[in-house]
């Protein structure tokens, strides 16, 4: 369709997105343009522009000439696909069909001569068979005869075979193509939006002119890269998965990620009443709740635009490792934005782009951790504290390396600057743990008309590193849920007390290279004529 000309009262700015904030679940563009202005206009048209919060519009300028803006509007726009890509399809699936017959055709003739073959050994079989028996063929004459016969059969069926395997790669081309003219064919209109300013010019020159609005399909979550070594330092990388499919590239911007939750609204929200009820035989009743609808706070752009620094090429002589490019943090209140300097090109496709907010050492102590009944190694957890003045850490899924090995991942929950949290990093062989029942007595007398079974076991755990280590061993009593069945701690070296469920928890410090003995015994009690399950271990 051919736009009608534009009045000259009416102009088209070209602009190009120059800032983006991303939310949780949405994202703040701002365009900028320059526009030469001659006194006359009364309309500035940016366009296209994707579908967006119209109460988000904002708009600002400055320029060499007085300009006053009276207010600011969307325009619906509506867009087919261009017929050029119809016809390329139409023409390239006309090609693979000609193709096509020409391979059925050689098919075609192969089968002929197969076929021909075929008839010629059936009619020469029984004359062949009287000729050799009469002496009137020899021996050769008949090899040479089959070999013919042989060879023919082979290259039809090979021929015959390539010509079909050629028709099925192009029937996989045809059905592609015809898939994407399906697509075209069938009419669906694209949505776009232009935004018309209007104004007021005092006269002739220059106007920078700059358009922010919220559009949703944009998101941005943390991903974190934890590494620990040996030294009392934990390394994280904040990472952000950015998605978005807006409908427009954001190419050369300048992106900064937001913490804040403007499609929360300004207002708490309304409890409703929580009820409860005996299910009945009749259908339930479905019921609908309003809601109203959130109220978009006005967010202020992210100010200032950077370009990317051209690198200068390095020779083999002189390699530099890479740097990763981190973002600069600030805090207002509660709300944290990080702003890249670089990774601003992030294309409409709802794939998600990873870019580096930032790189930091954290310090940590380490403890060990055994729960020896269950198995036979010590875990090493990390005791981590976030910079009292550094970042609030979002949940996200964070993957856990070890001297550059990778241990596996875990979820990290919202941990805010000064806060302490635990991250578990794997077994360590480097402490040795042994368990062995040394004891299983039955006394043979009744003790109160009471069974009594006594159960001792032992525990040796061997320091194999060269640093003293804490753990923290963990072990379990059976717990009774009958009255009759009693189960108390005898015996315990080092002594402790027996916790809730039955938890038996010791604190040990183990200097480099040192075995330390662990004991403890329990009985357990019951009424002969009890059976007690549950005692197998």
């Known amino acids: ?46 366009t296209p522009v994707p579908e967006m919060e119209t109460e988000s519009i904002r708009v600002s300028g400055t320029g060499t000439v007085g300009v006053r803006m009276l207010g600011v509007s ?82 039809y069926a090979i021929a015959s075979g390539e010509c079909k395997t050629q028709q099925q790669e192009l029937d996989k081309q045809l059905q592609a193509l015809h898939t994407s003219l399906q697509k075209i064919q069938t009419p669906h209109p694209k949505e776009s939006f232009s935004l018309v300013v ?92 309003a809601a109203q609808p959130p109220l978009l706070p ?3 752009a992210p100010a200032g635009e950077e370009n990317w620094q051209e690198q200068d090429e390095v020779t083999e002589d002189s390699l530099i490792p890479a740097e990763t490019v981190t973002a600069e943090v600030s805090k207002e209140g509660s709300v944290v934005t990080f702003k890249l300097n670089g990774g601003g090109n992030i294309p409409s496709d709802g794939a ?38 550094g970042a609030t850490l979002l949940p996200g899924k964070a993957n856990i390396f070890r001297d550059n090995v990778f241990i596996g991942t ?3 929950e919202n941990i805010a600057p000064g806060q302490e949290f635990k991250l578990n990093l794997g077994i360590d062989e480097g402490l040795k743990i042994e368990r062995e029942l040394v004891e299983r007595l039955v006394d043979k007398k009744l003790i109160s008309n009471q069974r009594r079974i006594t159960y001792s076991y032992r525990l040796f755990i061997t320091n194999l590193l060269e640093k003293e280590v804490n753990l923290e061993i963990t072990e379990q009593l059976p717990v009774s849920r009958n ?36 004991y403890y015994q329990f009985i357990v009690e019951h009424p002969p004529e009890l059976m007690v399950v549950g005692l197998d271990i």
Not at 218 to 246: C, F, G, K, M, N
């Open 1 to 46: 369709m051919v736009n009608p000309e534009i009045p000259s009262w009416r102009k088209t700015v070209q602009s190009e997105i120059v800032a983006v904030t991303v939310y949780a679940d949405r994202a703040l563009v701002t365009r900028r343009g320059v526009v030469d202005l001659t006194g006359i206009e009364q309309e500035l048209v940016i």
């Open 74 to 155: 969307s325009d619906r726009i509506y867009t087919t696909e261009p017929v050029a890509e119809l016809a390329h399809l139409t023409r390239q699936i006309q090609q693979l069909e000609a193709e096509k017959r020409h391979l059925q055709a050689q098919v075609d003739a192969l089968a002929l001569q197969s076929s021909f073959i075929a008839g010629l050994r059936e009619k020469t079989e029984e004359p062949f068979a009287q000729s050799l028996s009469r002496k009137n063929l020899s021996l050769s004459e008949t090899l040479d005869f089959l070999n013919f016969l042989g060879s023919q059969y082979s290259e």
């Open 198 to 289: 209007g104004v007021e010019v005092a006269g002739e020159g220059k106007f920078e002119l700059e358009v922010s609005y919220i559009v949703n399909r944009a998101s941005w979550t943390p991903l974190y890269d934890l590494r620990s070594t040996t030294s009392d330092i934990v390394h994280l990388s904040y990472l952000a998965e950015i998605t978005q499919s807006t409908g427009e590239d954001w190419i050369g911007a300048v992106l900064t990620l937001s913490t804040a939750k403007p499609g929360l609204g300004t207002l708490p929200p309304k409890l409703e009443p929580w009820y409860i009820d005996a299910p009945r035989p009749q259908l339930l009743r479905q019921r609908r709740f």
């Open 298 to 300: 006005t967010i202020a």
């Open 352 to 389: 998600p782009h990873k870019t580096t907010i930032f790189n930091d050492d954290y310090p940590c102590s380490f403890d060990y951790v055994a729960m020896p009944r269950l198995v036979s190694f010590a875990y090493l957890q990390a005791n981590v504290k976030n910079n009292s003045n």
């Open 410 to 412: 875990t979820q990290l």
């Open 483 to 518: 009255e009759q069945i009693k189960v108390r701690l005898s015996r315990s070296n080092p002594q402790i007390q027996l916790g809730e469920m039955g938890i038996l928890e010791w604190q040990l410090t183990l200097p480099p290279q040192e075995r330390r003995e662990v």
